[in-house]
């Protein structure tokens, strides 16, 4: 019973182009989402996230987006480089913990 | 060096022996966390605390367990270990008004023969 689901395992994006991961999620109770990033070899790192009062949260190239009523968030990131090749999850806040989805590996190319 | 760390960054070992991955953090964090990660199943909670002496169990906990005698410290022992425990292990810390926001370790990746 997956509580936040990355349907797409991988994504491949021209660079300079957009490129937009998908996140579901099954519980209405969720109010705060988040995007972490991973390189091979590193822990993930904190990208961005986005509280539930808003649809939308920007920072420089990368901005979320969250449809509370379809329960879906997602990234997208303008334009794309080469160094926003890495897996990237979703993660929604629970009780005192994250629940992280599969992961979506994004290569850009060049 | 502030931050965390974590030890052993790989190990091999085999079925049925004990392996303890050791987890440091520096920044005086409340809450930490235990992952793990495996290809289709993304990052999956195996335990977490949220101050010293207070430890719970996450989605995955069985064959695993944790203590927490230290705030900065969190290890993470496999009492038994099993060959469907290799995996790469993630630690992570996070404050109390911002646990949401883990900072994660380097990893540690586990191989049962």
């Known amino acids: 019973d997956q509580q936040v689901k990355q349907n797409s395992p991988s994504l491949s994006v021209q660079e300079g182009r957009i490129s937009i991961l998908n996140c579901d999620y099954t519980n209405s109770m969720f109010d705060y989402f988040l995007w972490y990033k991973k390189y091979p070899a590193e822990g993930p790192t904190f990208l961005i996230s986005?509280?539930?009062?808003?649809d939308k949260n920007e920072d420089g190239r990368f901005t979320v987006f969250l449809n509370k009523s379809a329960k879906h968030l997602s990234l997208h990131i303008v334009p794309s480089q080469p160094g926003d090749s890495a897996v990237y999850f979703c993660a929604v806040q629970g009780a005192q913990k994250l629940v992280f989805g599969q992961g979506t590996r994004l290569t850009i190319n060049p | 060096d502030a931050g965390i760390t974590q030890s052993p960054r790989y190990k091999i070992t085999e079925t049925g022996r004990q392996v303890t991955l050791m987890c440091h953090q520096t920044?005086?964090?409340?809450?930490m966390f235990w992952y793990r990660q495996d290809l289709g199943h993304g990052l999956r909670l195996i335990y977490y605390s949220a101050a010293a002496d207070i430890t719970d169990k996450g989605e995955v906990p069985d064959g695993y367990v944790v203590s927490r005698s230290k705030t900065e410290n969190f290890p993470l022992t496999l009492e038994s270990a099993t060959r469907s425990q290799t995996s790469v292990y993630f630690c992570?810390?996070?404050?109390?008004?911002?646990?949401?926001?883990?900072?994660f370790g380097p990893g540690t990746r586990l191989t049962v023969l």
């Open positions: 920044w005086s964090h409340s809450y």
């Open positions: 986005i509280s539930s009062i808003k």
């Open positions: 992570a810390s996070g404050g109390l008004d911002s646990y949401n926001e883990q900072f």
